[in-house]
């Protein structure tokens, strides 16, 4: 479950890590009643969960109320990479000195947490680790060891860290990793970290993902006031037992089994195309299932064309046709369906959909070849790829 930037602060509060003072809102109004509670200048921040905000127009800085008003009228509603903006954080401005970064994350190939810290803060990670690698200082930490003081104070001072900004940063670590520990956190990230100009280090944004896993530990999450369309899909995914991930993408992507889903999103971009999501239907892709998966995949707006890639195995893809066949009476399925089944009971399979004589359903005998199909049609404006 990821987090929106509000709700990543409050959530490293808790944790006793230093946040500027801010307020969520809604409408102009809430926003002009947060601002004067506040004090200018405040900075107006659109609540979305994808990068590039400010670049999108989405974080302004208002030093009176005129502004303020002119800002947040802007930014609510603002179409930002496919996410509306529906709710602002109005924060006390911060006079800002030097921006760093500092995240916790879990790396499986090492079986161990990897803490990673860069003096390049205020840019997206990805690009400092493509222009310079040696700009970020890493660490993995042992979960039996934990993360001690000395060692949070040798990184930072690996990371090349302002000496002024090194005890205040390694305090922020400390609280970050028991944030991303205790708080069952799969990654916790601050973007930028800020020394101030009075001295103080200071989270300034905020990332957080949680382990959905450990839901069960944590009651408060239910309450949680995550907006985005993605995220009610994800909610929507979980109800039925499916594994479902968002992604910016056009074609939509059902897959059994977690490797074939990941080579399909892989394939889809091989051949020139985009997914819209990754979504898993396991091992017991029976008619609901398929259904329920088709469903959740149509509730998207950006997608046009939607891959059903099913190797039967264990699943029988008779199953996975009459799950289909249920899907397109059931629910107004927006988008063509290319459909690649191979395995058990595939004959019997096609058959079923021969007889559907749906003119929404496209068979093709290979991944490659639904691949090309599916990308093909979501590249066709109109309703025969599925433009919404």
Not at 189 to 196: G, K, R, S
Not at 208 to 219: E, G, K, M, N, S
Request: net charge negative.
């Amino acid at each position: 479950m990821d987090l929106v930037e509000y709700q990543g602060k409050q959530y490293f509060a808790r944790y006793g890590l230093p946040i500027s003072p801010g307020e969520a809102a809604d409408t102009v109004a809430e926003a002009q009643a947060a601002a004067g509670r506040l004090g200018y200048p405040v900075v107006v921040k659109a609540q979305v969960q994808t990068g590039g905000r400010g670049k999108a127009g989405g974080v302004k800085l208002a030093a009176n109320e005129a502004e303020l008003t002119e800002h947040a009228g802007n930014i609510l509603g603002l179409d930002i990479k496919g996410h509306i903006v529906r709710r602002l954080w109005i924060e006390k401005a911060t006079d800002i000195a030097k921006e760093y970064y500092a995240s916790f994350t879990l790396d499986r190939s090492a079986k161990l947490h990897l803490a990673m810290v860069s003096a390049r803060g205020g840019v997206e990670i990805e690009t400092v680790a493509e222009e310079d690698p040696e700009a970020i200082a890493r660490l993995h930490v042992n979960p039996l060891d934990g993360l001690s003081m000395e060692a949070a104070a040798e990184l930072v001072e690996r990371a090349g860290l302002d000496p002024e900004a090194r005890e205040g940063a390694a305090e922020i670590l400390i609280k970050l990793y028991e944030c991303y520990i205790d708080g069952d956190a799969d990654l916790v990230e601050i973007n930028p970290l800020v020394l101030t100009t009075d001295g103080e280090v200071r989270v300034l944004d905020a990332k957080v993902t949680l382990d959905d896993d450990a839901a069960f530990r944590h009651p408060e999450w239910a309450e949680m006031d995550i907006m985005s369309e993605a995220t009610e899909r994800e909610r929507l995914a979980k109800s039925k037992g499916l594994s479902y991930i968002a992604l910016d993408g056009s074609v939509g992507i059902i897959a059994n089994g977690a490797g074939l889903a990941m080579s399909t999103v892989d394939v889809v971009s091989q051949v020139g195309g985009s997914a819209a999501n990754f979504l898993d239907v396991g091992g017991a892709a029976d008619v609901q299932v398929m259904a329920n998966a088709l469903e959740v995949i149509n509730g998207d707006p950006s997608v046009r064309s939607i891959l059903v890639n099913i190797f039967g195995g264990i699943v029988r893809c008779d199953d996975v046709a009459r799950g289909i066949v249920k899907a397109l009476e059931e629910v107004d399925i927006s988008s063509q369906i290319v459909l690649r089944l191979d395995g058990t009971n595939a004959v019997e399979a096609h058959r079923i959909i021969d007889e559907t004589a749906s003119d929404k359903i496209i068979s093709e005998g290979t991944m490659l070849s639904a691949a090309r199909r599916a990308v093909e049609l979501a590249s066709v404006p109109g309703p025969e790829g599925g433009a919404k």
